[in-house]
């Protein structure tokens, strides 16, 4: 089993920057592909951005490139997201994921096993 408890959600100008994080607790965080997703009011969960295991690899979907920053400290069983120049679009509950997975890059919330209960990121114009 694995816990996932997000934090550093709230709200926001546009332009302004805010960081995510996640904190995991597991014995083996090392080997999980972990995610972040988002979902606003309405709409569906969407794909962010993942990191690989030892986090040599990272993808994001096109809407934050540039803008937001996945990272993960293996030492500490933590995953971040820093992001950058939001805008209001960007508003949604934001999700830690992780997942075992082999492959190189999963969008597919299905793909993540495990979910945190999300933090909500609120960016006003």
């Known amino acids: 089993q694995v816990q996932l408890v997000e934090s550093g959600g709230g709200l926001v100008q546009a332009g302004g920057s805010l960081r995510l994080s996640c904190a995991a607790s597991v014995r083996t965080f090392s080997s999980y592909r972990m995610a972040w997703f988002r979902q606003a009011p309405g709409k569906e969960r969407e794909f962010v951005a993942q990191?690989?295991?030892?986090?040599?690899?990272?993808y994001y979907t096109d809407a934050v490139k540039g803008r937001f920053t996945i990272s993960r400290d293996n030492d500490k069983n933590t995953v971040a997201l820093q992001m950058n120049s939001l805008k209001p679009e960007d508003t949604a509950v934001y999700y830690c994921?992780?997942?075992?997975?082999?492959?190189?890059?999963?969008?597919?919330?299905?793909?993540?096993?495990?979910w945190g209960q999300g933090t909500q990121v609120t960016v006003s114009s």
């Open positions: 990191i690989s295991s030892s986090g040599a690899i990272t």
């Open positions: 994921a992780a997942g075992l997975a082999s492959g190189v890059i999963f969008t597919n919330t299905y793909a993540y096993p495990y």
